[in-house]
């Protein structure tokens, strides 16, 4: 009982540790998830190909509350492998747990929704198609309920979740696992990931709270469809909040349609429209070439996370 999946990684528009509303969008990154499960087997099994000494609470759980919901209580084991550094604000915990639960999913023989994209839906699968067995949206919140009981996550992390499991921008109500609006973008992505790493557990949220007028500003800007806007002031009022650095998005504003911290960092992540001759992400390239760390080019994506 194989299953294989595969799972987006995402930058922030709108980070929701300050008012529980978030929003992201995938990018062409991907963690895969191999799920094997053995109903004679006492518990999961996981591990992590890129750090075999890493925690792997999250991606055992995954498969333990799919196996419950869906299954009879299967055990087995699940391995991850993945384009998605851990810890660095590109949402590898959500990517993980998304790949995961339909790499579960799909050892146990069922059907997942395709999150629209066949129908035109722009907010995800169709929970009454007597064709599918579990929607993408049932499966994303599941990984963020394995999330929040392992404690990889404050706010549960919906926005992340489902920008990694549908692709485009999503806005979400992190505190009621609602999606609340998703769109398509088409960004060129830059990203530049420092040597240190940040876990969002970890982050202060008193101090992100602190900067909630300015994140419901963003909120503003986001259901006006200024996501750009909205990603830099997002990157400037976070930065400040987590203490990080704010240099590297002031560099990268001249060229970029949008540049923001994304998650709780360290990443940076610079986006430019394709279509606009004023953007230049090989100008924030050269900007950012002298720093620690490494730089990523790639795009977003519109379709999500997929069982392969």
């Known amino acids: 009982m194989e299953g294989r999946a595969a799972a987006l990684g995402a930058g922030t528009v709108l980070n929701a540790l300050a008012t529980g509303t978030g929003a992201a969008f995938g990018i062409d990154v991907e963690t895969r998830a191999t799920v094997d499960l053995d109903p004679a087997a006492d518990g999961v099994a996981g591990e992590i190909a890129e750090d075999p000494d890493a925690d792997t609470d999250l991606i055992e759980r995954c498969v333990s509350l799919a196996t419950d919901r869906w299954g009879d209580g299967e055990g087995g084991t699940v391995r991850t492998d993945s384009d998605v550094p851990l810890a660095a604000g590109l949402k590898s915990s959500s990517a993980a747990a998304n ?22 839906d722009a907010v995800g699968d169709d929970p009454d198609d007597p064709a599918v ?26 926005d992340d979740a489902t920008a990694s499991m549908l692709g485009g921008v999503t806005v979400t109500d992190n505190d009621a696992d609602e999606l609340r609006a998703r769109e398509t973008v088409d960004w060129d992505v830059l990203v530049w990931t420092p040597p240190e790493r940040a876990y969002s557990a970890d982050a202060d949220v008193a101090r992100c709270e602190a900067v909630a007028p300015m994140a419901d500003l963003v909120t503003d800007l986001v259901f006006d469809g200024r996501y750009g806007e909205a990603m830099t002031v997002n990157g400037l009022a976070f930065s400040a909040a987590l203490g990080f650095d704010a240099d590297p998005a002031v560099e990268a504003m001249p060229h970029a349609t949008a540049v923001s911290l994304s998650g709780t960092g360290p990443s940076v992540v610079a986006v430019a429209d394709p279509a606009d001759p004023e953007t230049d992400l090989d100008a924030v390239a050269d900007a950012w070439a002298d720093r620690p760390g490494t730089l990523r080019r790639t795009t977003t994506r519109a379709d999500g996370a997929t069982v392969e």
């Open 133 to 158: 067995d579990v929607t993408r949206l049932e499966a994303c919140r599941l990984g963020v309920r394995a999330a929040r009981e392992v404690g990889v996550t404050v706010t549960g992390a919906f």
């Open 99 to 120: 790949a995961t639960v339909l790499a579960t999913c799909d050892a146990l023989g069922l059907v997942v929704g395709d999150g629209g994209r066949a129908s035109g």
